[in-house]
């Protein structure tokens, strides 16, 4: 049967493991809630697209209505003036649409790239998480925890130490310097 410090070291890594995959779950359905949120802001976003689009065609409709009008009540009918405003108003009205086109698809653009962003920052959380864990495990495992069983009662935090119990351990910079 193990120590009390062995248990509770061993207790530590497991808590520490559950509460990974705990957070992990957590940020799954945050990342899942939120592509929901961007996938109806982009549909809000075509809703308003095609509105707007709507009321470009009719406004064109109208416009181009009045010229021809002017041009009949004129008898001005198949003048360069009056093809040329025609042409104009086309003109415009296919900028005007290319442009709306142009912004739908670069903020559905954005939108997904910053959902692959969060994803990736939630597997670099996700395995900097796990690092911590091995890294405290392996800390808990490399003094003289096991090895001595007496280390227990000579335990102490002390500062500079790189394990928990054990007599103190010269850190990675110790080392190199």
Request: no cysteine; glycine share 12%; proline share 2%.
């Amino acid at each position: 049967m193990g120590s009390g410090l062995e248990i509770a070291a061993f207790a530590a890594i497991g808590v520490s493991g559950i509460s990974t995959v705990s957070g992990y779950i957590s940020q799954s359905e945050a990342a899942a809630a939120q592509k929901k949120a961007n996938n109806r802001q982009a549909a809000m976003q075509s809703e308003q697209a095609a509105r707007e689009k709507r009321q470009q065609i009719r406004e064109e409709r109208i416009k181009r209505a009045k010229i021809l009008q002017a041009s009949e009540n004129t008898g001005t009918v198949g003048s360069a003036g009056e093809l040329g405003s025609v042409a104009g108003l086309s003109s415009t009205l296919s900028g005007n649409l290319g442009f709306n086109s142009s912004m739908i698809e670069g903020a559905s653009y954005i939108s997904k790239q910053n959902q692959a962003a969060a994803g990736a920052m939630q597997e670099a959380k996700m395995w900097d998480t796990i690092g911590s864990i091995a890294n405290t495990a392996v800390g808990m495992t490399s003094g003289s925890l096991f090895s001595n069983p007496a280390a227990g009662s000579e335990a102490a935090i002390t500062k500079g130490s790189s394990t928990i119990f054990g007599p103190p351990q010269p850190t990675l910079m110790q080392k190199l310097f």
